[in-house]
Each structure stands twice: as structure tokens, then as C-alpha cells.
């Protein structure tokens, strides 16, 4: 009876060595960790269960093969077939990782890459024994013998070293259970001086296992460190995007003010209606009214190029240069428009800054309408009857692109009685389906009275919108316009 007295009692040792290395070594204590760092720790191990998986296919595939063709072509006669059958179901098994990797990513789960690793190790271990038993009990062993033997132990041994990481914490108990069914088949076998080959092999598994073990977790120490550098990265980031994200509330805050139209007006003849929805936090639409000292109504509307912060700059700066319009108690509303092009034009020295921008005049029984590239508006001389609507079409191009800005101002004069309805929008509203059709536009400010600012976030176009409905009352019938 063979004594397995002292390979066991090496193995005792080594195991009461090494739990008394647990103080020392860097091991990670799973039950202090967060669930947020458990989860990254999950999600790192398996992404690498699954590449270790194929990297250790993707190796011991050809190796095997190349393992099967040389044991079959060196070896002698008595090993030939057992040792080159055996390396060949191993690459038939190894390969069968390239059918299950789908299904494993798919599922993201341990099960299958582990099950499959369970049976690959236990394979391999049983095999490789029976191979080294047959291998040392032939009296014949030559060089080429001896080769194989050195073969098969290094091929093992890489085999242990890629799939190890994937069992974490279950190293330990493949690694004796590799050494004890190295020990019954050598037993069984009746391998001479078994007892110090399975020393041999105990040790070199054992120093291996420590190594993997110990590089395992100082990887798992350097991944929380990075994890809890991500951390202070992402806290830091979202510091940032509050303080980013109140200066843009108030900014916000400060742009519906500027575009707060409805109290903007008095006017004994008629009442303007005002809504605004940015697409974003901040928008590239603006729009402003005034009444002038002789009684004229002036309505600006405007929709710059882009959106976000860089749109919603420019159109601080045409306020800005409303606001300073409003000391003067005339309005040139084309030397306005002028001084609006200048400033775009020095704004966009260092990339373009354009804007369309609409100016809408009443002035008694004379509308008139300037349009630098912007969308039209619509007038209804009975602001009941969509069939009343006539489209205020004016002529020019878009403010920041040229010098020299061309408009032309068209002029509606009415000389009826009754109550009208003057609707202006950017083109967030008056898109091009919209403006084909008047009874749409009719129906876009009898929405808008009727659900205020709710309608505009069912309007489905995805764009900064505004839209200004003036109701007033005049006397006579419109009879022309140029």
C-alpha cells in the first residue's frame, strides 16, 4: 500500500503557512465593500471570465492539435495512440468555447463560462495523470519520451495558469483536487516512488496557486482604487454639472424675462399673447415688443442658428441692443436691424453668427412687416374667419452673413371695423407643413389660447419655439398692400 503520509502532511503545512500570510497578503474582504463596488467588481470578472475563456481557447487549441501530431510521430508504440488521443479530445473540448462564448455575453452570466472551465480542468488533470502514469511506468522512455513528459507538464501547467482566474475563490480546491486525482491514478497505476513525484508536482501547484492568488487580489485592490477614482472623478463631474446647470436655470430665468411679451404692451387697442418653450435648457429664440410715444406697436421676433448656450449668447446680445433702443424715443427699426447685422458680423469673427429676425410694425390701420430671412406673419382682418387670412411676406436676408443687409418692408393698409388677429412665430411653430395651409395657422393660435403653453410641447417639432398672437380692433377692410 502506497503511504501518502508525506505529500499530505507538505500540504498541511503549506495550507497553516499560508492562512498566516492572509495578514500580509493584499486579499480583498468582499464584506466590506459597498454594493456599488461589488457590482463593478462583477462586472470587471466577467468581462474577464469570458476573455480568459477565449484567450485559453484561442491557445490551447493549436497547442493541443500540435501536442496530438508530435506525440503520434515521436513517441513509441506502447504510447503513441493513448497520449495523441488525449491531447486530442482536449482540443476538441477546448474548442467548443467558440459555440458558447455567444451565449455566455448574451446571458452575462458566470454559469456557462464557469460549468465549462469546471469540466475543461478536471478533464485535462485526468488525462495529463493518465498520460504521465503511462509515460513513467515505460521502461523504453527515450528523449523523445522524455520531451512528451516535459510537453505534457508545461502545457498543463498553462492550461492552469490562463483558466485559474476565472474559479476566483475556488482556486484552492481545484488545484488539491488536481493533485489528488493526480495521486489515485498514479496509486492505481502503480507509479514507482509516486509519493515523491506527487511531492513535486504538490509544490509547484501549491507555489503556483499562492502566485495566481495573491496577483488575483492585488489586481481586485488596484481595481477598487481605480474604481474609487472613477468615483471622486464622477462626484467632481457632477458637482460641476449642478453648478453648471443652476447658472443655466438662472440664465434660463433671465431669458423667459426677456421674452415675458405680455405685459411688455399697453396698448388701449389691443392685447399681445406671448409663448415660449426652449428646446433645451436655453434656447436661440427671442422676441420683444414696444410701444412707442406716437402710439406705433413694434414686435421683434428672432431665431438665431443653433441651440444651447451658443445661440442663447447671441441672442443676449440682441437684447442687449434692444434694451438700448428703448432710451430713444423713435424706433428705426431698420437702422436697428442694421446695428443688429454690425454686431453678429463681430461676433462671428471667429466662427458665424446668424440669425433670422422678424419686425412686425402697427401703427393704426397700417401694418407693416421687415423680414431678415425670417419665417412670415399672418394677419386676420376678421379674427374669426380663417378665410380673412393674408400673408405678410417680408424680403431680405439673414442678419451676420453680409455687410451690406438688403430688406425690403412690406405694407398692409385696412380701412375697416372689427376685431383682428396678427400671429407671429419662428419656424419651430411655422414650419413648412404649418405655413403651407392658413387654416393651420389659424388653428395654431386657437390651440394656443385655448391650452396655452402645454400645446407648444405637443407640437411635434423639435426646435426652440415662440409664437405671439396680437388680438386687436380696427376700422375699415383691407384694400391693399405692396
Known amino acids: 500500500m502506497l503511504s501518502l503520509a508525506r505529500p499530505f502532511q507538505k500540504l498541511k503545512n503549506l495550507i497553516g503557512n499560508f492562512r498566516s500570510l492572509k495578514k500580509i497578503l493584499p486579499f480583498t474582504n468582499l464584506s466590506q465593500l459597498s454594493p456599488a463596488q461589488l457590482a463593478y467588481l462583477r462586472d470587471l470578472r466577467l468581462e474577464s471570465v469570458v476573455s480568459m475563456n477565449r484567450s485559453h481557447a484561442i491557445v490551447m487549441v493549436p497547442g493541443y492539435v500540435l ?62 495523470s493518465i498520460c504521465l502514469s503511462y509515460m513513467i511506468k515505460d521502461p523504453s522512455m527515450g528523449i523523445s519520451e522524455y520531451f512528451s513528459l516535459g510537453l505534457i507538464w508545461m502545457v498543463y501547467l498553462l492550461h492552469i495558469e490562463i483558466g485559474a482566474p476565472i474559479v476566483d475563490r475556488f482556486a484552492p480546491i481545484f488545484f488539491v483536487a488536481g493533485v489528488t486525482i493526480t495521486v489515485v491514478v498514479f496509486s492505481m497505476a502503480g507509479v514507482p516512488e509516486a509519493h515523491s513525484t506527487v511531492s513535486i508536482l504538490l509544490v509547484s501547484s501549491l507555489f503556483q496557486l499562492l502566485f495566481m492568488v495573491i496577483t488575483h487580489h492585488r489586481d481586485q485592490k488596484h481595481a477598487l482604487i481605480g474604481f474609487a477614482n472613477a468615483e471622486l472623478v464622477r462626484e467632481n463631474n457632477l458637482l460641476k454639472i449642478k453648478q453648471v446647470e443652476g447658472e443655466l436655470h438662472v440664465a434660463r430665468a433671465l431669458q423667459e424675462a426677456m421674452t415675458a411679451l405680455s405685459e411688455s404692451v399697453n396698448h388701449q387697442s389691443l392685447k399681445l399673447h406671448a409663448h415660449y418653450l426652449p428646446y433645451g435648457i436655453l434656447g436661440g429664440d427671442w422676441a420683444a415688443a414696444r410701444v412707442l410715444s406716437n402710439g406705433r406697436v413694434v414686435i421683434a421676433i428672432g431665431d438665431v442658428t443653433g441651440k444651447g448656450v451658443p445661440a442663447a449668447l447671441v441672442v ?71 378665410k380673412s387670412g393674408v400673408t405678410l411676406t417680408g424680403a431680405g436676408t439673414p442678419l451676420g452673413l453680409t455687410d451690406v443687409l438688403k430688406i425690403s418692408k412690406f405694407t398692409y393698409t385696412t380701412m375697416a371695423s372689427g376685431e383682428y388677429k396678427l400671429i407671429l412665430a419662428t419656424d ?55
Open 316 to 386: 443676449q446680445a440682441v437684447h442687449s441692443l434692444w434694451v438700448a433702443a428703448l432710451n430713444h424715443e423713435n424706433f428705426d427699426t431698420r437702422g436697428w436691424l442694421d446695428s443688429v447685422n454690425r454686431t453678429l458680423l463681430a461676433l462671428g469673427s471667429g466662427s458665424s453668427q446668424t440669425m433670422t429676425l422678424g419686425i412686425a410694425e402697427i401703427d393704426g390701420n397700417v401694418f407693416h412687416y421687415y423680414s431678415a430671412g425670417h419665417v412670415p406673419c399672418y394677419l386676420f382682418a376678421d379674427a374669426t374667419d380663417v
Open 428 to 482: 419651430g411653430i411655422f414650419d413648412m407643413a404649418t405655413r403651407k395651409k392658413m387654416t393651420r395657422v389659424f388653428e395654431v393660435a386657437a390651440q394656443a389660447a385655448y391650452h396655452g403653453d402645454a400645446w407648444l410641447r405637443q407640437h411635434p417639432v423639435d426646435d426652440d419655439k415662440i409664437l405671439i398672437v396680437v388680438d386687436g380692433s380696427f376700422a375699415g377692410q383691407v384694400h391693399q398692400y405692396d
Open 67 to 128: 501536442s496530438s501530431i508530435a506525440s503520434a510521430t515521436l513517441l513509441s508504440e506502447s504510447l503513441r495512440l493513448v497520449i495523441s488521443l488525449s491531447f486530442m479530445v482536449m482540443a476538441t473540448y477546448t474548442g467548443i468555447w467558440f459555440l458558447l462564448e455567444p451565449y455566455a455575453k448574451k446571458t452575462r452570466s458566470f454559469f456557462v463560462a464557469q460549468i465549462y472551465f469546471f469540466i475543461s480542468f478536471f478533464l485535462a488533470t485526468l488525462i495529463f
